[in-house]
């Protein structure tokens, strides 16, 4: 069975990152001089007995390689030329294996082809060898002073013994994606703009999901997801109703009702895994009543005092800052807070946070919450150029605080669009979607006069 078997073609693509990636891997490498960085992708995740969650790589992996194929590891060593980068790959499990007929977790008749030494070496033109290799490597480099990023494959972990840069590893690798470079801004955008489309299939299918339920809100979403890119770049939140004050709620099994709101907080992650972070609340009848809309417009209001505060050399906490100083004036003019919003928004007080809940903004690129290990005077420091952002302000009112007048209860908005800081100010990644009331409005009812959903199919 493992005999007469014609040879594969070896394609001679290139991946569209290599030469970002390998640029990465050098900065990288130059930081940790002398040492050997070893980076896992990770594994396959059981779901249930026999099947496995679908595989998403590393994103600290998948930033140095563009590899999105499982237990591969990535060596960055020193060498008299520099940081030398070599990428460990498992051997194939094809015609010419046993594995081919039955492993039914790696042999390529059960999952298809994956990449082996030769193919990998050549899509992401870097030093590939089988990953068998890499334990005696190791040795016979004299290795002593090895880096690992922990977490992601256990035989990777215990194959090493701890180091005190390890840590410093994983910092550092956030802090290098802070700053995104022209092919991560061109992943974002496009990311961003299959986003929009699925928001307007959503809008399309509204009338379909009235009183049916949340879950044709992120079925039509997570459908343009699968049909455009790589997945969601996260759980889909479609809240309607009270559920839009439950800030992560991603049950989806609630009702769609006329006369209510749909916060719709979702994104694509492209084929590159780069991933949106989108927000909107709109009316399911299409026009907003007078409650909802003097809370949407406070909303809109901060949001938009957020997103002029980002520029070069501002704070990140500036945009947080905007936004909830307007959302405490106007909680102040709603009657709802009874204290000057000066005496409000003091740091020991903070009383408009029992409706505001969440911070407003945070790094996006890769991970939907991008560069969480950065430190804390690299991520919440100055803003630089290249460092994509949220800013997401919201208000929520639960169906039982008895706080705030019952026209109010159980109303949650949030809008949030996707900040790209630029060398004079800011660009809106994600301006093609209406923010204004009246603009969503008047969204809303052109889609509806175009008809069903357009998924490309």
């Given amino acids: 069975m493992t005999q007469n078997w014609a040879a594969g073609e070896t394609s001679r693509d290139v991946h569209p990152a290599a030469k970002y990636s390998a640029a990465r891997r050098l900065r990288l490498g130059e930081r940790f001089t002398g040492k050997t960085l070893v980076v896992p992708t990770g594994n396959y995740k059981v779901r249930a007995n026999d099947t496995d969650y679908p595989f998403r790589?590393?994103?600290?992996?998948?930033?140095?390689?563009?590899?999105?194929?499982?237990?591969?590891?990535?060596?960055?060593?020193?060498?008299?030329?520099?940081?030398?980068s070599t990428l460990y790959v498992p051997h194939r499990r094809d015609a010419s294996t046993h594995e081919f007929y039955t492993d039914s977790r790696f042999g390529e008749l059960w999952v298809g082809e994956r990449r082996g030494v030769t193919e990998a070496a050549l899509y992401y033109v870097i030093d590939a060898t089988p990953l068998e290799n890499l334990e005696k490597d190791l040795v016979d480099l004299g290795v002593t002073d090895v880096v690992t990023l922990r977490g992601y494959d256990a035989a990777i972990d215990a194959m090493n013994e701890p180091s005190d840069d390890d840590e410093e590893l994983a910092i550092a690798l956030s802090e290098e994606r802070l700053v995104k470079d022209e092919f991560e801004i061109e992943q974002l955008q496009l990311a961003v703009d299959h986003t929009v489309r699925g928001f307007e299939d959503v809008v399309r299918a509204l009338p379909a999901a009235e009183g049916r339920g949340e879950r044709v809100i992120e079925g039509v979403f997570n459908l343009r997801a699968r049909v455009e890119g790589n997945d969601t770049g996260y759980s889909t939140i479609a809240a309607s109703g009270p559920h839009a004050t439950t800030l992560h709620w991603m049950r989806n099994n609630g009702a769609v009702r006329w006369g209510d709101l749909l916060l719709l907080d979702a994104g694509v992650e492209g084929h590159n895994l780069y991933t949106a972070d989108v927000t909107r609340t709109m009316p399911i009848s299409g026009k907003y009543s007078p409650a909802q809309r003097r809370i949407y417009d406070l909303v809109y209001a901060a949001q938009s005092a957020g997103i002029d505060a980002v520029r070069p050399g501002a704070t990140f906490s500036a945009p947080h800052d905007a936004a909830m100083r307007v959302l405490a004036q106007g909680l102040f003019e709603l009657g709802i807070l009874k204290v000057e919003p000066d005496e409000v928004l003091r740091k020991d007080r903070q009383l408009y946070r029992r409706y505001t809940l969440h911070g407003t903004s945070h790094m996006l690129g890769i991970d939907v919450h991008d560069c969480a290990e950065a430190r804390n005077d690299s991520y919440f420091g100055e803003l630089k150029e290249g460092y994509v952002l949220t800013v997401e302000p919201g208000l929520y009112f639960q169906v039982n605080d008895l706080t705030v007048p019952e026209e109010y209860r159980g109303i949650g908005v949030r809008i949030e669009d996707d900040i790209l800081v630029t060398a004079t100010g800011a660009r809106n990644l994600s301006a093609a979607l209406p923010r204004a009331a009246d603009d969503v409005e008047a969204w809303m009812a052109t889609l509806w006069s175009t008809g069903s959903p357009n998924l490309g199919l």
């Fill in 57 to 84: 790589a590393g994103s600290d992996f998948f930033y140095l390689t563009g590899s999105d194929e499982p237990d591969c590891v990535l060596v960055i060593s020193p060498s008299t030329e520099g940081p030398r």
